[in-house]
């Protein structure tokens, strides 16, 4: 799957799923594709994990990061599942650790990456979806965003100042 | 939003969101893919599981989305019929952690009971 359709899908369970208000709604999309949802004490170097048991499939997420990271790192597992990365043969848990390649690091090239590019793309993409995003920002009634603008575009969607920042950049809003 | 009206419903919409993007098709091409040709709104709804879709409309849109009808209804996804303590063992493998936390986390996510612990 090339990145454009992870950004198409993401935003279009974005939009049908969690559109009600900002920040998007990540429990109601979670339930809807009937994923659930636990926040548990993993390894320090661990941000989440998808899990497929007996009882159904899981998102587990580091309970001791900061909300906004937790909240990607739903997004990133929720990419996963969608996309159906987890599907490896005889695999069950997948594990993600803190390290967020980008979009365009010295790793992406290799391939080796391919999944966790893609969930992060997605990630992004649901969690700012571009129509809302020019929507908040033509909302600014700036052309130029400076940083208390892009912290404000954070808190609206519930991200970080970082992934805020990576997001208005390549919609090339920034 | 409306709520969708039964899970079957919007996994089955998120199936066939899923399979269009997966085909480059747009809601407006899948609806005229069908016979009688539908609408972009309808499609839509179908997708976000606020429609249920008509029994002879799922062999079409199946052939529109390149999959089979049983693909298509594959949903809910029944989970795969996996041990417990198979999931268990791999979460030990690949999680550098402590047992009591090993285990809080295997009860939380329903693959042993406190019982077969001991």
Known sequence: ?174 | MAAPIEPFYSALGLKILEMRRMRGLTQDKLAGALNPPSTRASIANIESGKQRVLAHTIPQLAQALQVTVSELLSVPAEPARVEGAVVARELRTKLAMQPKQLQRLGRELGLTTRKNES
């Open chain 1, 1 to 174: 799957m090339n990145l454009k359709a992870v950004h198409g899908a993401a935003e279009s369970v974005a939009m049908q799923y969690g559109k009600d208000r900002l920040p998007i709604d990540l429990d109601a999309i979670a339930s809807t594709l009937e994923l659930r949802i636990l926040y548990a004490e993993l390894p320090e170097d661990v941000s989440g994990l998808l899990v497929s048991g007996p009882d159904g499939n899981f998102v587990v997420v580091q309970k001791s990061d900061h909300p906004n990271r937790q909240r990607f790192t739903v997004g990133h597992e929720i990419g996963h599942h969608f996309l159906k990365h987890q599907f490896v043969p005889g695999e069950h848990v997948h594990v993600d650790r803190g390290h967020y390649v980008s979009q365009r690091g010295p790793r992406s090239s290799t391939g080796l990456d391919t999944k966790e590019i893609e969930a992060n793309q997605f990630a992004a993409a649901l969690l700012m979806p571009s129509r809302l995003v020019r929507q908040e920002v033509s909302r600014l009634g700036t052309a130029h965003l400076l940083d208390h603008h892009v912290s404000a575009l954070a808190e609206t969607f519930g991200v970080s100042e970082q992934a805020m920042t990576i997001r208005l950049s390549s919609l090339g809003v920034l």
